[in-house]
């Protein structure tokens, strides 16, 4: 048997990224070739993958990334098995660098796109590999959305303390010069944060699914059941102009301010800077 030396360990760990255990019998195996080493150590990982494939992967971390000039915007979620792993030094690590390769893919991307991406000669599913041979939980790219404005409008992302929660939202602006606003991005930054607290199904009733507001009908007509059904009618249509209200991102109530809805609060701010916005979308993602 080839003898494997602390150096020999050390250095594998260090390219690595495994456990010293792993290293010295990745080394043992391939009689001490550094790169026969690092193939084994990347076939583990393939192996765990492969019997963990069936795993249910619901906790892990949201990350978003924004272009200099703010025009181009990635919301994405890295998953795992466990919230333990969630909050490990390697699981975090390769959740930033998913940001990147999600920044990097073309702008029809999806979540396949993002693991066949290569930066510096590294796939994005050799990253996810390398992780799970160190976690041992499956781990995936989960949700993932890209924003692109033209000239006249601005991108906000919003992600909470724990991770876990964030959301990416786009501004239309009426001209270019608004996208410099500091009160407008103030606000815009504000809404991204209520719609991260406030989960709206949409942005307006437009948006809302029709199967989910029959449902909402069906389930008001039953509670007044009984009733004439011309009153039925008229409750049914108040409690559904209060669940558009609760639910429709441009109807709710701001949270930093409940005398204004969110629609206003963004006119309002561009009014101030002698134009006009409207939030154009928003896609919010959750974990845990």
């Avoid at 098995?81 to 699981?91: L, R």
């Avoid at 979540?111 to 390398?130: P, Q, R, S, Y």
């Avoid at 809302?208 to 011309?230: F, H, L, M, S």
């Amino acid at each position: 048997m080839t003898d494997i030396s602390a150096s020999m360990v050390a250095n594998l760990r260090k390219i690595s990224g495994q456990g010293m255990m792993d290293c010295k019998k990745a080394l043992q195996d391939a009689e001490g070739d550094l790169d026969k080493a690092m193939e084994i150590l990347r076939k583990k990982g393939l192996a765990t993958l492969a019997k963990r494939a069936a795993r249910e992967t619901s906790e892990g971390i949201v990350v978003g990334k924004l272009s200099d000039d703010g025009k181009v915007g990635i919301l994405a979620t890295m998953c795992c098995e466990t919230d333990f792993v969630a909050k490990s030094d390697d699981f975090i690590a390769a959740a930033d660098l998913l940001a990147d390769y999600a920044f990097a893919c073309p702008l029809d991307s999806n979540a396949k796109n993002i693991l066949e991406t290569e930066i510096d000669g590294k796939t994005f599913n050799d990253v996810i590999t390398e992780t799970v041979s160190k976690t041992g939980e499956k781990t995936e790219v989960g949700d993932f959305e890209r924003f692109k404005v033209d000239s006249s409008g601005m991108i906000n992302i919003y992600i909470h303390f724990n991770k876990k929660v964030g959301t990416m939202v786009e501004i239309e602006t009426s001209e270019e010069s608004l996208n410099t606003s500091d009160s407008l991005r103030q606000a815009a930054n504000d809404i991204a944060m209520h719609i991260t607290a406030t989960k709206p199904l949409a942005l307006d009733k437009g948006g809302i699914d029709a199967e989910t507001i029959e449902r909402e009908k069906a389930i008001y007509a039953e509670q007044v059941k009984g009733k004439p059904d011309n009153i039925i009618e008229k409750i049914v249509e108040g409690k559904m102009k209060k669940f558009y209200a609760e639910n429709c991102l441009l109807q709710q109530p701001f949270v930093k301010d409940d005398s204004k809805t969110v629609e206003q609060v963004i006119s309002e701010a561009a009014k101030q800077n002698g134009g006009e916005a409207k939030i154009k979308r928003f896609v919010r993602y959750e974990l845990g």
